[in-house]
């Protein structure tokens, strides 16, 4: 466990870093910080390292990982030639939130990409990432950091609930400030496809390079997802969620309803309506009126609601514009989809 408290002054030669970098050019795991959420990286050149990432995490081997850089000439590793229009992506994007999926080259680990010949690629935003990166020398491959199936870890703390005893270890940097996982826009199409939302948002990333797809699989639940790791379950809590796309006052109804079945009952909310409900837990996940603070409270929030026994949860529902079309994409995951609307 290194602490890094000072990231001004983080660099691939302080101490910890050092260390941590030392146990990943080892084939070993190390959980570390970046702008969205914590990652979970190995040595992405080594199938013995990318193997233990599918292990400590329980992780179907069918999805791939993202592979995490330090610097632009590092993409030369591991993607082959790509069109012109990706250039602009990369100025304006990275380090930041957007992953790439592109054509891959030969010397990755094939777990890492579990068999296709499309590679995931981003540069994190996080100074100690960056210098972790940069001091390894390697290219990292790094699903999140939880458990597969829970809440990405947003803090030091989620990772060690969720896998303390299963990795050598973590640099922690405090929590994460975006909350909610990278973009991922696959780039092998003539239209660009954003396979899962994040806080670079469609409307940002059109005024880069204009017409941008989103996956018709985000859009409707019959169609198979083409980012493979978007077909799983996801970010459940304990108690089954359910959506309520509706007013306070109907979803205190519903919250009124199931106490009457002497149901303990959890409701996600924020700032605004937090002291409108009757629920047994009332778990405030940021503002309404600044949906970027409901990202970065989201999965603190979910898993909030394990740490009592409660039966049943209910969550607001979110526009789903901007950063709120990753919100939502995040909670009907975590709620299986279960939605009910006002009429
Ligand atoms: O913000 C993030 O992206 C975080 C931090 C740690 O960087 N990472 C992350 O990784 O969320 P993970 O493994 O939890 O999610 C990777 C997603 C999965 O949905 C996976 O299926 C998709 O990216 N993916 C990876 N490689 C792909 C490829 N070649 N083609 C399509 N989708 C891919
Ligand atoms: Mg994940």
């Known amino acids: 466990h290194w602490i890094v408290d000072n990231l001004e002054h983080v660099t691939k030669n302080s101490p910890q870093i050092v260390q941590a970098a030392e146990l990943l050019k080892k084939n070993e795991l190390v959980a570390f910080p970046t ?32 592979i995490h850089i330090a610097k632009k ?15 602009p992506l990369i100025d304006r994007f990275w380090p930041g939130p957007l992953t790439l999926v592109l054509p891959k080259k030969e ?24 210098a972790l990166i940069e ?17 990405s870890p947003t803090s030091a703390k989620h990772v060690m609930d969720d896998l303390e005893g299963r990795i050598p270890g973590i640099v922690d940097a405090g929590p994460t400030g975006l909350g909610v996982e990278s973009t991922v ?6 239209i660009p496809v954003i396979l899962r939302p994040g806080s670079v948002t469609k409307q940002q990333l059109e ?48 919250i009124q309803k199931e106490k009457e079945k002497e149901k303990k009952v959890g409701v996600l909310t924020t700032e605004e309506n937090s002291r409108f409900y009757s629920a047994d837990k009332i778990v405030v996940c940021g503002k309404r009126s600044d949906l970027r603070t409901v990202a970065s409270a989201l999965y603190d929030s979910l898993r909030k609601f ?25 909670l009907l995951k975590a709620a299986s989809h279960r939605i009910i609307k006002e009429r």
């Not at 826009?185 to 003539?190: A, K, N, P, S, Y």
């Open 135 to 151: 001091a390894a020398n390697l290219p990292i491959a790094a699903p999140s950091a939880n458990l597969s199936g829970k809440p």
């Open 185 to 190: 826009l696959d780039c092998t199409e003539d």
């Open 35 to 66: 702008e969205t959420v914590y990652g979970l990286g190995a040595n992405a050149k080594s199938d013995e390292a990318v193997a233990k990432i599918y292990s400590a995490k329980g992780r179907p081997s069918d999805n791939p990982l993202i």
């Open 207 to 254: 005024e880069v390079i204009g017409s941008v797809r989103i996956d018709a699989a985000l859009l409707n639940q019959e169609e198979l997802p083409k980012a493979p790791g978007m077909k799983y379950t996801h970010y459940a809590p304990d108690a089954p969620l359910t959506i309520v796309d509706g007013s306070k006052e109907f979803i205190e109804q519903l």
């Open 107 to 130: 010397g990755l680990s094939n777990l890492a990409t579990a068999g296709l010949s499309t590679v995931a690629v981003r540069m994190p935003d996080h100074p100690a990432a960056l």
């Open 306 to 330: 394990n740490e009592e026994q409660l039966d049943v949860l209910f969550s607001e529902a979110f526009p789903a514009e901007g950063v709120g079309q990753a919100i939502m994409n995040r």
């Open 73 to 87: 000439e590092q993409l030369t590793e591991i993607v082959d030639s790509y069109p012109d229009w990706i250039d």
